[in-house]
Nanobody
Framework: QVQLVESGGGLVQAGGSLRLSCVLSGRAFTNYVMGWFRQAPGKEREFVALINQWGRSPRYAESVEGRFTISRDNAKNTVYLQMNSLKPEDTAVYYC????????????????WGQGTQVTVSA
C-alpha cells in the first residue's frame, strides 16, 4: 500500500520561500508520476505542479510558473516543491499525489494522496 507523507509547510511572509517534501513508501517510487496540488478554504483542489518518473518534463500551473520548482530524488523516494516569491494567494493546504499516467492535471487522475501540509503566507 502506497503512503505519502508531506512536510515543510508553515507560516511565511509574502516574498519568502518554503520547501515542501513528500516521501513515498510501500511501492517503487519510480513507478509514479508525482504531483503537487493545493486547496484553499472554500475552493476546489487545484493542480500546482507535476514531474514524471524520471525527473523530467515538469509542468506548472500558470499561477506558480517561474516561482515554484518541482524536483524529485528517486534514491530518497522524495518529491520536493521549492516555493519562492510567495504571495498571500498561495495560502492553502498543499498535497502531494502519486499517479501512473504522465501529464495529468486533474486530481482524479492520481490514486494516492498525502495528508496535506498547511502553507500560510502573510501580507
Amino acid at each position: 500500500q502506497v503512503q505519502l507523507v508531506e512536510s515543510g509547510g508553515g507560516l511565511v511572509q509574502a516574498g519568502g520561500s518554503l520547501r515542501l517534501s513528500c516521501v513515498l513508501s510501500g511501492r517503487a517510487f519510480t513507478n509514479y508520476v508525482m504531483g503537487w496540488f493545493r486547496q484553499a478554504p472554500g475552493k476546489e483542489r487545484e493542480f500546482v505542479a507535476l514531474i514524471n518518473q524520471w525527473g523530467r518534463s515538469p509542468r506548472y500551473a500558470e499561477s506558480v510558473e517561474g516561482r515554484f520548482t518541482i524536483s524529485r530524488d528517486n534514491a530518497k523516494n522524495t518529491v520536493y516543491l521549492q516555493m519562492n516569491s510567495l504571495k498571500p494567494e498561495d495560502t492553502a493546504v498543499y498535497y502531494c499525489a502519486a499517479g501512473l499516467l504522465n501529464g495529468k492535471l486533474a486530481p482524479n487522475d492520481y490514486a494516492y494522496w498525502g495528508q496535506g501540509t498547511q502553507v500560510t503566507v502573510s501580507a
